[in-house]
């Protein structure tokens, strides 16, 4: 990397309040290394216990999402994904990305948006709902709570965004077009 674009770049992450970024594979064991980084971050930030939690909550949901549905074409052992953390004024960020197959995109966008539209209480109640097991989601490998785990911790409505992933579609041996998929909350 020229000198000049990584001090660029370190003068970008100080503008944007980041306090941890991470792009690569992912596994259990990382999650875990980057949690208790991220925890350090926050203590040395001094956030409150509160915030520190939801934090770490929303972190943790958003990097199971990633193990769970990142490289839907197989073509990896190992998830790859990224997440970055921040803190800009008085609110802290996570923003995470990792490719989907493209025909999840529709599901998703109407859940997500569905989500966006919700108050704290009605989030709440559907995520007790869903916890009861009133409803399966098929295309889910859990009990379709992390959205609104994620929902429920923000001060924000989460914010989304999916995009074509460059190369896919057959090309470069992926079996079907895959889309990549932006996810924020704000704490």
Do not use: C, W
Not at 60 to 86: C, F
Not at 109 to 115: D, G, H, T, V, Y
Not at 130 to 156: I, Y
């Amino acid at each position: 990397m020229n000198i000049q674009i990584f001090k660029a770049y370190r003068q970008f992450v100080t503008e944007q309040g980041l306090l941890f970024y991470y792009d690569g594979y992912l596994s259990q064991p990382i999650i875990t290394a980057m949690g208790e980084a991220l925890r350090g971050r926050l203590e040395a930030e001094e956030a409150s216990s509160k915030a520190a939690r939801k934090v770490f909550s929303t972190f943790i949901e958003m990097m199971q999402n990633i193990v769970h549905y990142a490289d839907p074409d197989g073509q990896s052992a190992v998830p790859r994904g990224n997440v970055a953390v921040g803190r800009l004024n008085d609110a802290y960020y996570i923003v995470s990305g990792n490719a989907i197959a493209s025909e999840h995109v529709p599901r998703l966008r109407a859940k997500l948006e569905e989500i966006r539209t919700m108050s704290l209480d009605e989030i709440k109640a559907e995520y007790r709902r869903k916890l009861r097991g009133d409803e399966q989601d098929e295309n889910s490998k859990g009990a379709g709570l992390g959205f609104l785990t994620v929902a429920r911790e923000t001060s924000q409505p989460i914010e989304f965004l999916f995009e074509p992933f460059p190369g896919s579609g057959g090309a470069h041996g992926a079996s079907a077009p895959l889309s990549f998929f932006h996810l924020k909350a704000t704490i």
